[in-house]
């Protein structure tokens, strides 16, 4: 099963003072089916985890957009990141996580339905920019 959202580790986390959205690494993962993802995913694991052509374990590293405060809202997010030469098929959800931060969990995505490589061969996951009315996470009061 497929929960979208922020995971609880992370939210717990930002209080503490875990995740450095300058300075950290985060990565994509991806997912089928037989992943099973939710908020209580506290860190990346391979369970379920894509297994294709022109995808490694553990997924791609993100470029991340500095935080900006935007009407009150603090937001930050990632450029959408793309598999050049991808075969892939029944991707379903994707998972970001903090490489600095011993692979901790930041947030689930679930796709809806399952997605596959464009007739080009790439395979993109298209991230909210960071804006007045989008932003991947926002932390408003």
Do not use: C
């Not at 052509?53 to 957009?65: Q, R």
């Not at 997010?77 to 030469?85: I, T, V």
């Not at 007739?119 to 804006?131: A, I, K, Q, R, W």
């Amino acid at each position: 099963m497929i929960v979208q959202g922020l995971t609880e580790s992370f939210r717990k986390g930002l209080l503490e003072g875990k995740h450095d959205f300058i300075n950290d690494i985060f990565k994509m993962a991806l997912y089928t089916a037989a992943a099973n993802l939710s908020g209580t995913t506290s860190q990346y694991t391979a369970s379920g985890e894509l297994v294709a052509g022109g995808y490694t374990a553990g997924g791609l590293t993100l470029v991340n957009i500095h935080p900006a405060i935007y009407s009150g809202e603090a937001v930050t997010s990632f450029a959408s990141p793309s598999w050049p030469g991808s075969a892939f098929s029944g991707v379903v959800a994707a998972l970001i996580y903090n490489t600095s931060k011993a692979d901790a969990s930041v947030a689930v995505l679930n796709f809806g339905t399952p997605r596959s490589s464009k007739s080009d061969g790439v395979f993109t996951v298209n991230l909210e920019p960071v804006g007045m009315k989008s932003g991947l996470i926002r932390i408003s009061q």
